[in-house]
């Protein structure tokens, strides 16, 4: 299960960090066009769709390789068996609230789909961009059910 995440966190970075190069190409070249007084009309729209795709390939990959901030100034002092316990709580907790954050924001996207909602400017459906952020919510919300499972089995504290 460890390895299938693995794969699946990585491919979701591939696609945030493609979104990424292509969010900087874009604004870069808009600004270049400023200057000439020819922006491009719709960047704005382009760039937030972008920056939805880079959040949402970047969390579960993040998690995977403990990159996130841990504030750990008062479990630091506990013992390694109350550290897991508290750890495996934190990773159920952080799971169930992720995984019900994707299921909203899967819901959201089917209104959204239902409704036809577009883009102003360019009119670009939104849904495609709200499913890709639950699928990235989703995947972080397994990828911390691994993590809770290797607490569990570990008897070390996984950092």
Do not use: C
Not at 36 to 42: I, T
Not at 79 to 102: C, E, H, M, Q, W
Request: avoid cysteine.
């Amino acid at each position: 299960m460890d390895r299938l995440m693995g794969i699946f966190s990585k491919s979701f970075m591939v696609v945030g960090g493609a979104a990424l190069l292509l969010l900087v190409l874009l604004a870069t070249a808009n600004v270049g066009l400023r200057f000439f007084h020819a922006p491009y009309s719709g960047t704005y729209e382009l760039v937030s769709f972008l920056g939805a795709l880079v959040t949402a390939g970047a969390l579960a990959h993040t998690q995977r390789r403990k990159d996130h901030i841990v504030v750990d100034i008062l479990s630091e002092k506990f013992p390694p068996g109350v550290k897991r316990f508290l750890d495996a709580v934190n990773y159920a907790a952080t799971s169930l609230l992720f995984g019900v954050i994707a299921w909203q924001v899967w819901v959201w996207g089917e209104k959204i789909k239902i409704g036809g909602e577009l883009s102003e400017t360019l009119k670009i459906s939104y849904y495609p961009f709200v499913y890709a952020v639950a699928a990235g919510f989703g995947l972080l919300a397994l990828v911390l059910l691994v993590d809770l499972l290797k607490t569990m089995v570990r008897s070390e504290v996984p950092r």
